[in-house]
């Protein structure tokens, strides 16, 4: 491993988190009574919480670490209204099912935005579009239907952009050319994290940092959820828990498959090579198995880099050097550039690809964003507050009597590096042979 790619500066931590860190707070006690207990302060938990407290329904929400310690401050930023959902069902039929789902990822889109706006959030929300490149030739033609689903389902402004056009989009001869999907944005997660958590405060509701839930106990229609910190009473639960479920939610656990992402970020890049990476400042993935996503920084002087750099739980540092080398095949004039950030963060995965909320066992639940949640798990928080307070009479897509395990699985995901290296041969045959 090259130690000259890092920065004398470097961080194995968010380079979001020089803007926003999460910490403590004030580390409020675990009070004995509340109507509605949200295991999980991430977006999802908060954009919940937020949506009770609009309808006066009091809720206290627990998390095992520090607000935001999980995903929802560690993300890519990206957001998308719908792109990545279904990426098993897409290319596969227009079912009813299947607009309906892209109908309410779109909607996901639609609030996020407009949260943003009605909490005054500052974080960076650029509504710049998405590129998506294709591995290969054959992905690229695979992409005609996904335009056509994106626009029927999410109207979302998509289409195809050849490889002798790709460089409108980005400074690389790297992709076979790709989609352009224009209702797409990318914000910075720990400041919208941050606002999330302020409109959540504002709004008196109680958040237990620090306060790991060891067991839930139910009698008499109601929940007892013992915590490290003390014992609290709740009619309802709403687990909000997505890469980091435990054992605490044993049918829950068996149904997520955690999975660890990887980022880094450069240092500030000169002006003429920062501005040429990507010239329209949107958010880039690719459709390999071994997925790479990036970004500019809001202040665009900094390439974010991301991807599932291993299959398994490895250090920041230990990933890297291979993000970087990921990096520099995209962008060759990258070379020599040095890393200040590196970190790593879970996402949920799920045996049908699908995010999912619904009730199990009595407990509601948001859950298995599968790398995509930024907007996606904002919703399903508030669709799950929708619920509980029983207003209107709309029925979420995502709210599923089937959420799917596999008898053999019980939340040790022992096969992620068979499937990693699998990955590898597609990506390669798919590349060489197709
Ligand atoms: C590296 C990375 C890059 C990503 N990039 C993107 C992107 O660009 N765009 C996008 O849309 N999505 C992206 N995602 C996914 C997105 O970040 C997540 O979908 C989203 O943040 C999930 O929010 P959440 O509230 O459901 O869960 P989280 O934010 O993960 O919060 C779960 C919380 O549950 C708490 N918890 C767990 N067990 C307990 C317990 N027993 N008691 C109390 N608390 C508990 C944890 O401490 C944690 O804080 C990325 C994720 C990662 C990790």
Redesign the pocket.
């Known amino acids: 491993m090259s130690l000259s790619l890092f920065h004398p500066a470097f961080k194995p931590k968010p380079f979001w988190w020089e803007a926003f860190e999460p910490t403590p707070l004030e580390r409020a006690d675990v009070p004995a009574k509340t109507r509605v207990a949200i ?7 908060l954009a919940c919480a937020l949506e009770l407290s609009k309808h006066q329904i009091e809720a206290v929400v ?4 520090m607000p935001g ?4 401050s ?7 209204g719908g792109v990545s959902i279904g990426k098993r069902y897409s290319g596969k039929n227009t079912s009813e099912e299947l607009l309906a789902l892209y109908a309410d990822a779109a909607d996901s889109f639609t609030l996020i935005e407009n949260l943003i706006v009605e909490e005054k959030i500052e974080c960076e929300w650029k509504r710049t579009g998405r590129f998506a490149g294709a591995w290969c030739r054959q992905h690229y033609d695979a992409m005609q239907k996904k335009v056509e689903l994106l626009n029927e389902g999410a109207d979302a402004g998509a289409y195809l952009l050849p490889r002798e056009r790709q460089r409108e989009e980005i400074g690389s001869d790297y992709y076979y050319g790709g989609m352009v999907v224009m209702r797409s944005a990318h914000l910075h997660p720990a400041l919208y994290f941050k606002g999330l958590l302020e409109a959540v405060k504002r709004r008196g509701v109680t958040i237990c940092a620090k ?3 060891r067991s839930l106990s139910q009698s008499n229609g109601h929940w007892t959820i013992d915590t490290t910190r003390g014992n609290l009473d709740a009619s309802e639960i709403v687990v ?7 054992a ?1 939610t044993p049918e829950l656990q068996r149904r997520v498959i955690p999975v660890g ?3 880094i970020a450069t240092e500030e890049l000169p002006s003429e090579i920062a501005e040429s990476l990507i010239p329209k400042d949107k958010s880039i993935y690719d459709t390999r198995r071994v997925l790479t ?1 990036y970004r500019m920084s809001g202040d665009r002087k900094r390439l974010i880099f ?1 991807g599932r750099a291993k299959f398994g739980q490895y250090t920041p540092e230990e990933t890297a050097p291979l993000l970087y080398k990921f990096m520099c095949d995209r962008f060759p004039q990258l070379k020599g550039c040095r890393i200040t950030h590196a970190w ?4 949920a995965f799920t045996f049908d690809e699908m995010p999912h909320m619904g009730k199990l066992d009595g407990l509601h639940y ?1 859950l298995g ?1 599968n ?5 996606m ?1 904002t919703y399903l928080g508030t669709m799950n507050a929708l619920k509980i307070a029983g207003v209107g009479n709309y029925h979420c897509a995502f709210d599923r009597e089937e959420f799917p395990t596999n008898p053999l699985y019980h939340g040790n995901p022992w096969f992620i590096p068979l499937v990693g290296r699998y990955f590898r041969v597609r990506d390669w045959l798919d590349r060489h042979l197709s």
Request: glycine share 24%; with cysteine; net charge negative.
């Open positions: 295991i999980g302060a991430g977006y999802a938990g627990l998390d095992a670490e310690f999980g995903a929802s560690r993300n890519g930023g990206m957001v998308s306060a790991p839930v909000c828990t997505n890469g980091y479920t435990g605490v992402s990887y980022i996503y991301g790593t963060g879970n996402v948001a964003c790398g995509s949640g930024v907007a798990m």
